[in-house]
């Protein structure tokens, strides 16, 4: 799973670690070897550095979409009388080594309190509930921080390695666990849906190890196959075989010490100089049964919450509506629950959504019909009692619409993505339509930029089907221009050549990394000495001559 990793860096090495592509702390993996130059980082720097590296880099990998939202949760401001980091502080169960690895992650949150109140306001609408939750099923409460370590309790948070959600599920993970995924919805943003996946998978990752916590916790990072294989790869050498002793990759050795550092902290704030933004020990959200598909626009009506407000706290529901087959629940401030239960029950049925009636033209198909109108084949089909995919010209369907312009969606799949295709980037802006038969990396040869960066443009992941019909945003240097088709001219700015280590990832090839690095695969062999033939291993290290004018 990707996860939001807050790396300790200064503007002087932020290069060097963007263009390492696999660092996710400025800390080496080897505790004893660890540098004064390196330690000292966390004191270099400054507070808008650090802001600037949460935001671009690669490494975290880990995109947050849309803005904060301050939700009305109470009728009156809240005055704490019972703290939920006291419950968790009470509940917490885990050994807390005071070694390196957990030192400088705990240092490092200490320095930046302001971080953590951001991520603590983000949580309060869904702390206690996390905590409820995780007391039925007696998970230690210490899983309640690990959302902050994922995605900095973000449920619209994604990742550029398919991961999506507060719980950062991957599709295939997210299914296995529960997590329903289709046009409408995505149970991997739904707060409820997603941590009830993730309990689910906790628990299996626990009894998978025998019980041991911190290797579920790397395994849930890093999948449970990687960690077994560490685990025998010490037993055949007669090695410890516990978390700390294990030869497992960077961002895995650096995301269990991360959880630790933070519960260290909850539990022992006034030693750090900090005080926890205050959550209440009680339940501020409550679930409620709509029955079926309601407009988003007219649930948030009902309710007495702006459309944002009702999406933020609803981040599974896709489009303008919830799904029509399901879940049929919305998330409401529990002070708003009574009010929003009584008019939805005085609601007509036939008001829950708008309506348009359509003559179909020649040439129409239910595909076309559905994307001009925003909604789903299925649901077409199921309104209008279709079997089968043919209509005739001059009939007429009934068609469910949104109740507002889609531009009031804000928070929906289409705004975000319309929101992520509009940041203005260094270059000129092509609109790329897809063809038949394209993919990311004919797209990325043809005009020359990496399928990363074409997939950081549009809100996607580079593993991400592409479909015909689909609009890309492109952006291109400058020192490039488009003739009858891209050509190469004379850049206009000098290149800026740096000699990198690229440390191998599982599932990178000779291909993806010349791609992502911009150079060609015969370079990598030359400065290798290697042949594409021979399959690269995890962990091998490479030497690569970059441009980071490419590349930044």
């Known amino acids: 799973m990707k996860y939001f990793s807050p790396s300790i860096v200064s503007a002087g090495v932020f290069a060097a670690i ?34 600037q590296i949460l935001l671009t880099d690669p490494a975290i990998d880990v995109v947050h979409p849309v803005a904060d939202v301050d939700f009305t949760l109470t009728d009156q401001q809240l005055i704490v009388e019972d703290d939920i980091w006291q419950r968790i502080r009470n509940g917490l169960s885990f050994d807390i080594p ?9 240092n490092w ?59 950062q599920f991957v599709p295939d993970t997210g299914k296995r666990f529960g997590m329903k995924q289709n046009w409408w919805y995505d149970g991997r943003r739904d707060v409820i849906a997603s941590t009830d996946g993730a309990i689910k998978y906790l628990k299996y990752l626990h009894k998978f190890f025998d019980g041991d916590w911190l290797l579920a916790l790397a395994a849930y990072n890093s999948g449970e196959g990687r960690v077994r294989r560490a685990v025998k790869n010490n037993a055949r050498k007669n090695k410890p075989t516990d978390f700390w002793s294990l030869d497992l990759p960077k961002e895995t050795r650096a995301y269990v010490p991360k959880l630790l550092a933070l519960a260290d902290i909850v539990k022992q704030p006034e030693t750090f ?26 649930a948030a009506e009902l309710a007495d919450l702006s459309l944002t ?59 076309k019909i559905a994307q001009k109108f925003h909604t789903s084949i299925s649901l077409i089909k199921q309104v209008n009692k279709i079997k089968g995919t043919n209509i005739r010209a001059g009939k007429h369907l009934l068609i469910p619409v949104a109740t ?13 993505l319309a929101k992520t295709q509009a940041k203005t980037q260094a270059g000129t802006k092509i609109s790329h339509t897809v063809k038949r038969g394209d993919t990311l990396w004919d797209i990325s040869r043809k005009y020359k930029v990496s399928t990363r960066q074409i997939a950081k443009w549009n809100g996607m992941a580079p593993r991400d089907t592409i479909k015909p019909g689909q609009k890309l945003v ?10 009858s088709q891209i050509a190469k001219t004379k850049p206009t700015e000098q290149a800026i050549m740096r000699n990198i280590t690229y440390v191998v990832r599982r599932g990178d090839s000779f291909a993806r990394i010349a791609n992502k690095f911009n150079v060609s695969i015969r370079d990598i062999e030359r400065w290798n000495s290697l042949s594409r033939k021979k399959y690269l291993q995890p962990g091998q290290r490479l030497k690569l001559n970059v441009d980071i004018t490419n590349n930044i």
């Open 98 to 106: 005071h070694n390196r690895r957990v030192l400088a992650q705990r």
């Open 273 to 298: 100089g900090i005080k926890l933004y205050e959550i209440e020990n009680g339940p501020v959200i409550s679930l409620v049964d709509i029955k079926s598909q309601l407009d988003l626009a007219k």
């Open 109 to 167: 949150y200490a320095k930046h309190p302001k971080y953590l109140d951001r991520v603590a306001k983000r949580a309060e609408p869904f702390m206690h509930y996390i905590v409820e939750q995780l007391d039925a099923n007696d998970i230690p409460l210490e899983i309640a921080l690990l959302p902050i370590v994922e995605s900095a309790f973000d449920p619209f948070a994604y990742s550029h390695g398919r991961a999506s959600g507060m719980w």
């Open 18 to 51: 963007f263009l390492s592509g696999c660092q996710t702390t400025a800390f080496k993996q080897d505790d004893d070897n660890q540098t004064n130059q390196e330690i000292a980082l966390v004191d270099i720097a400054s507070p808008s550095e650090i802001s």
């Open 309 to 367: 407000e009702l999406q933020r706290l609803n981040p599974g529901f896709n489009r303008w509506a919830t799904d029509p087959n399901g879940p049929h629940y919305l998330v409401i401030p529990k002070v708003k629950q009574q009010n929003f239960e009584q008019a939805l029950n005085k609601l007509p049925k036939d008001q829950r959504l708008a309506w348009q009636r359509y003559q179909i033209k020649q040439g129409d198909s239910l595909g």
């Open 474 to 483: 492109i952006w291109q240097k400058n020192s490039t221009v488009k003739t």
């Open 404 to 416: 507002q312009s889609l531009d009031n969606y804000i928070l929906s799949a289409g705004q975000r």
